[in-house]
């Protein structure tokens, strides 16, 4: 998660928007304040904070950004380069006890699990742009499907 879904805003949020948003997590996840399980205040308090620190300095909310543009142009790049499989290419083999899966044999001769698109995200497509839920990286030659 990055620092602006930490804090709720959107990249575009002003001084402003981001401050008020961090005095509103800050308070309901105080590790005094909050009401949750042992752990989970803390490490959030945590985040949020790191988030704050970063996204508080305009020097420093300029460089992540950078760092965010760059890491997205990376994944892009990586998945465009993905070789696209075709279901019939697939074949329907029990992989555990009682439970059947799809695989798909990589051209280095591995043997790779492919897991089929739910029909909801055949329509909408996948719910998380950066990772991809339908790529699949060869172990051994690592050529991405």
């Avoid at 329907?92 to 798909?104: F, N, T, V, W």
Wanted: charge should be negative.
């Amino acid at each position: 998660m990055d620092h602006f879904q930490v804090l709720g805003v959107t990249p575009s949020a002003s001084a402003l928007e981001i401050k008020a948003a961090y005095h509103a997590k800050a308070r309901k996840f105080h590790p005094d304040r909050a009401t949750m399980s042992s752990s989970t205040p803390d490490e959030t308090f945590v985040q949020i904070q790191q988030a704050w620190e970063c996204l508080n300095d305009e020097t420093r909310r300029q460089k992540y950004q950078q760092q965010l543009h760059l890491q997205k142009s990376r994944l892009t790049q990586r998945y465009s380069s993905a070789i696209p499989l075709q279901m019939e290419d697939c074949t329907r083999e029990e992989i555990e006890k009682d439970e059947m899966g799809l695989l798909y044999t990589c051209r280095c001769g591995c043997t790779l699990e492919v897991t089929p698109l739910d029909p909801e995200e055949e329509e909408n497509g996948p719910e998380d742009e950066e990772h991809p839920p339908h790529i699949v990286e060869c172990p051994d030659c690592s050529l991405l499907y």
